[in-house]
């Protein structure tokens, strides 16, 4: 894949700058795309949001590679020329937090201070854990360039259950949830425009993945169905005004995921034997054949001593 590693290192034409909409005032969001992480999309598959306040502004999640964190960094720039105070790290998975260093050379470059990183509680352990491994998917399929530049950063700034970013003007509320989509993941809500930035408790289009618990996201969706929600930003997919109608789907997909997995085990069939016989609406979703098997062993592990 040396043609993408040579995009990462030098220029890059126009037509591969990142680019961010506008939400709503101030509020901003560039949409990933709905493929699995790799070189061919040098990662760019998670959404990242971006809220200006008067003072400085915020960053969700970074992208999944240091080169697109790059191109990312230059869209904010072409954006605003405050600061950026804060990166916010919804979880640990590659693909939302290996862009985070270039917001960190940006602010060097800029002579401004270097953003505060901010993440769940147990982000950092997550990432001690995951991170040599998503390191060493780095390097293989992307290649020993682009990973040996690449610095795992973990948060600066831990939330345990809610803290308040004030931007200047407009205040972020964020929420560390019990273990639900991962056991770190933190949702953004900018009160000026009512946009929730979700992460990937809410993917949208994107078959929805399983590495936390299936009973703990069903209950984060429920509780988080009653906040007042203009604009709900996904960590895949695009966004939606349609609130809580946008959580529909998913909700459906772990639900039937649940009770097709509990019937399973209940006539005594073997994980393989449940991982074949288990099918949602293929209509229904993107990336199935990626991640539905995965989902299903997940279900299994989590609902097999249940009852
Ligand atoms: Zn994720």
């Not at 971006?50 to 720039?77: E, F, N, P, Q, Y």
């Not at 639900?180 to 425009?193: E, N, Y």
Request: hydrophobic share 45%.
């Amino acid at each position: 894949m040396a043609w993408a590693l040579a995009g990462c290192a030098g220029p890059r034409p126009a037509s591969t700058q990142a680019v961010f909409t506008e939400l709503a005032a101030g509020t901003y969001l560039h949409r990933g795309l709905l493929e699995d992480w790799g070189p061919a999309n040098l990662g760019d598959v998670a959404d990242t949001g971006l809220v200006i306040g008067s003072r400085c502004a915020a960053v969700i999640d970074t992208g999944g590679t240091l080169a697109t964190g790059r191109k990312l960094a230059a869209a904010v720039r072409r954006l605003t020329d405050k600061p950026v105070c804060w990166v916010i790290a919804t979880h640990a998975h590659p693909d939302h937090v290996l862009g985070h260093q270039a917001f960190v050379e940006a602010a060097v470059v800029d002579g401004q201070p270097p953003p505060v990183i901010v993440g769940h509680a147990r982000l950092p352990a997550a990432l001690a854990v995951r991170g040599p491994y998503y390191l060493n998917a780095l390097k293989r399929d992307f290649g020993p360039a682009l990973a040996e530049q690449t610095a795992l950063l973990p948060p600066t700034l831990s939330v345990q259950a809610t803290l308040e970013l004030d931007l200047g003007g407009r205040v972020l509320e964020l929420k560390a949830w019990p273990t639900a989509h991962t056991d770190a993941d933190l949702s953004v809500f900018d009160r000026a425009s009512g946009t929730l930035f979700v992460g990937d408790l809410l993917f949208v289009d994107h078959t929805p993945v399983i590495d936390g618990r299936l009973k703990g996201w069903l209950a984060a969706m429920d509780d988080m169905q009653t906040w007042p929600v203009k604009i709900a930003v996904p960590g895949h997919g695009p966004p939606s005004p349609d609130w809580p109608g946008v959580l529909a789907p998913q909700r459906r997909y772990l639900e039937g995921l649940r009770s097709d997995v509990r019937a399973a085990i209940k006539e005594g069939l073997t994980l393989r034997q449940a991982v074949e016989r288990i099918a949602p609406d293929r209509a229904d979703w993107q990336l199935l054949d990626v991640f539905h098997a995965r989902n299903v062993t997940a279900a299994y592990a989590e609902l097999e001593w249940d009852e």
